[in-house]
């Protein structure tokens, strides 16, 4: 899949579903600090990931991402 | 010392009108609140008479978090409980700096167990049916989302006594308040609404099928009725110490001055007379008063042959001939369940705010235990100055509230 179809999804679903503020979307901006998503968002990540992706994460996969920009990689990875 | 305790506000959010006024519209002019839901036809229910409210769009109200980790039932309660803190002008700022409580009556999340359960099957991923699930499906849902969305610091849990939870929680709200241990308590009961709610109610028999007429199924008393009609949705109300009240200046609609309460000890479903009696004299020496001084009875009255004539009897051997006028509000609303508790002591309470009796609909010839009863077939202009509520439930709970006008 195409990288910029990855982040309009991505974005999408974070405005659409999770209501993050479109403005606070930004590569750098910190999932928890900026974006303000908690541990159980998490969980709903996995889910909205699952249903726009067809791939399942695990709680270990978000160990290293911090930013927006982290968790765009980690898709891109995992579709690749 | 104990002390008194007062209803200083009251929201409902019901199949006969989804706020205090419409409510007390439909309750005056006897307004059905039943319908067919085509649902349940398809789904294999023997009735698929109901009440029905409208789901609330809390979107603009509430966050996304907020949402998510509630069931149909705590949208409902939600709504009541916004109007009766409106009601009580109990603001948040004023809840931020006091130790309100919430005690709820709630005994199901059938819909929200069963979705989510469905989910993981499909899946074969618990992770995947999402973060509020949890949260909707435990039984103390209602307490547990109210409770974060208020911020409430006080007592904190859900009632379940099948269908006299709510009136239960009224009664441990009263019984917190006059200890001294509480000043604030946010009391009600909540009932979901669904086909996956009622499915094994209805598997008893115990279900009026008069489709032909739904606003005439339930006819409580009536010597025509053929069962029970269930309904929904949440009534909530604000106790408080009468000082408390007083000193916030908060609007005094009434004083709770008696719970009775009691356990048939008998069978799982089938109502006895000696139970309810006892509940009803428990709540008269609770509050002092002869039985005489009752105006009226909310009867719990569900519209099932059995369930009817035993009330009658156990109203008349507490009250005797010449006793207390009695109606029961399920003829229009049909039978609110976890709900009915609080929301027949909101309707009692309209009516004794604006001096009427609203009227048991479709009762055209009383059966011979009801015969001896003061029924009120016809809406009928009346103080009313003090009112005894009854609720019983499964499991032989019973429940007796008396509230006095002030």
């Known amino acids: 899949m195409d990288k910029e179809v990855i982040i309009e999804k991505i974005n999408n679903f974070l405005v659409e579903e999770f209501e993050v503020e479109e403005d606070d979307i930004a590569p750098e ?21 699952e249903s726009n992706f067809g791939v399942k994460l695990v709680g270990e996969d978000f160990v290293n991402v911090k930013t927006l920009q982290d968790f765009y990689t980690l898709i891109e990875h995992k579709l690749s | 010392m104990t002390k008194r305790v007062v209803i200083t506000g009251m929201g409902i959010y019901s199949c006969i009108g989804e706020n205090i006024n419409k409510v007390k519209e439909s309750l005056y002019n006897g307004t059905s609140g039943i319908v067919v839901d085509q649902e349940r036809i398809a789904f294999g229910y023997r009735s698929p008479l109901t009440g029905m409210v409208p789901k609330p769009n809390l979107k603009k109200a509430l966050s996304r978090r907020q949402r998510i980790s509630m069931g149909e039932e705590s949208e409902y309660a939600y709504m009541a409980t916004i109007e009766a803190l409106e009601s009580a002008n109990m603001s948040q700022e004023f809840i931020d700096k ?19 359960n469905d989910k993981i099957r499909e899946k074969q991923d618990t992770t995947l049916v999402g973060s509020g699930a949890i949260f909707q499906g435990m039984n103390s849902s209602v307490t547990m989302n109210l409770s974060t969305i208020f911020k409430l610091t006080g007592i904190n849990f859900t009632v379940s006594a099948a269908c006299a939870s709510g009136s239960h929680a009224i009664g441990m709200a009263y019984q917190l ?5 509480q000043d604030y308590v946010i009391c009600g009961g909540a009932q979901e609404i669904n086909k996956l709610a009622m499915g094994s109610f209805d598997g008893l028999g115990v279900f009026s ?11 409580p008393f009536d010597m025509g009725r053929d069962g029970l009609v269930p309904s929904g949705g949440a009534a909530t109300l604000i106790l408080e110490s009468y000082e ?18 009691s356990s048939n000890g008998e069978h799982i479903s089938t109502p006895n007379v000696n139970g309810p009696s006892r509940a009803m004299k428990m709540a008269l020496e609770q509050a002092n008063i002869p039985a005489n001084t009752i105006d009226y009875v909310n009867a719990h009255a569900t519209s099932t042959p059995v369930g009817d004539a035993n009330e009658a009897k156990a109203i008349f051997e507490v009250f005797g001939e010449n006793g207390p006028y009695v109606s029961s509000t399920k003829s229009m609303t049909g039978h609110e369940c976890w709900m009915a508790g609080a929301s027949e002591v909101i309707y009692s309470l309209i009516m004794m705010k604006s001096g009427f009796i609203a009227p048991n609909i479709n009762l055209k010839q009383p059966d011979e235990a009801a015969s001896k009863l003061n029924l009120v077939s016809k809406t009928l202009e009346k103080k009313i100055d003090v009112f005894l509520s009854n609720s019983f439930g499964f499991g032989g709970t019973n429940s007796a509230l008396i509230i006095k006008n002030i």
Request: cysteine-free.
């Open chain 2, 98 to 116: 006091h130790d309100v409580g919430i005690l709820y009556g709630n005994d199901s999340t059938a819909k929200s167990v069963i979705e989510s």
């Open chain 2, 177 to 181: 308040i006059k200890s001294g241990l």
């Open chain 1, 29 to 49: 901006a910190g999932l928890k600090e900026t974006l303000e998503l908690d541990s159980l968002d998490f969980v709903d990540l996995v889910v909205a990931i």
């Open chain 2, 209 to 219: 099928t008069n489709t032909n007429n739904p606003q005439e199924a339930s006819r």
């Open chain 2, 244 to 261: 408390a009240a007083v000193k916030r200046g908060a609007p005094i609609l009434g004083e709770v001055i008696g719970y009775g309460f």
